[in-house]
């Protein structure tokens, strides 16, 4: 089983950047893609971001493509979400996931099978 502890949330206004930061622990030897997903209040979860093992596969949601960078540095088992140019509508908790299913990314949450607690991004305007 993997552990995953998001950091980094907070509020920001609108135009503004942050930094989320997930770091695995337990049995991160079998982990293939990570990713970031976020619910808003009312809202489904929805998928943001995802990267594969090696880092060479990133593969973003639309409206945040452009804005946000997911990255990871796998001697330091963390995967990070730089989140650049932030608007209100970027507001929700943000959880990292980690997978072992096979496929070098992956974009459906039902793959990932271990989640962090979250972390709250609030963006005013």
């Known amino acids: 089983q993997v552990q995953l502890v998001e950091s980094g949330g907070g509020l920001v206004q609108a135009g503004g950047s942050l930094r989320l930061s997930c770091a695995a622990s337990?049995?991160?030897?079998?982990?293939?893609?990570m990713g970031w997903f976020r619910q808003a209040p009312g809202k489904e979860r929805e998928f943001v971001a995802t990267?594969?093992?090696?880092?060479?596969?990133?593969y973003y949601l639309g409206s945040v493509k452009g804005r946000f960078t997911i990255s990871r540095d796998n001697a330091k088992n963390t995967v990070y979400l730089q989140m650049n140019s932030l608007n209100p509508e970027d507001t929700a908790v943000y959880y990292c996931?980690?997978?072992?299913?096979?496929?070098?990314?992956?974009?459906?949450?039902?793959?990932?099978?271990?989640w962090g607690q979250g972390t709250q991004v609030t963006v005013s305007s």
């Open positions: 337990g049995r991160t030897f079998n982990v293939n893609a």
């Open positions: 996931a980690a997978s072992t299913a096979p496929g070098v990314i992956v974009m459906i949450d039902i793959l990932y099978n271990s």
């Open positions: 990267i594969s093992r090696n880092g060479g596969n990133t």
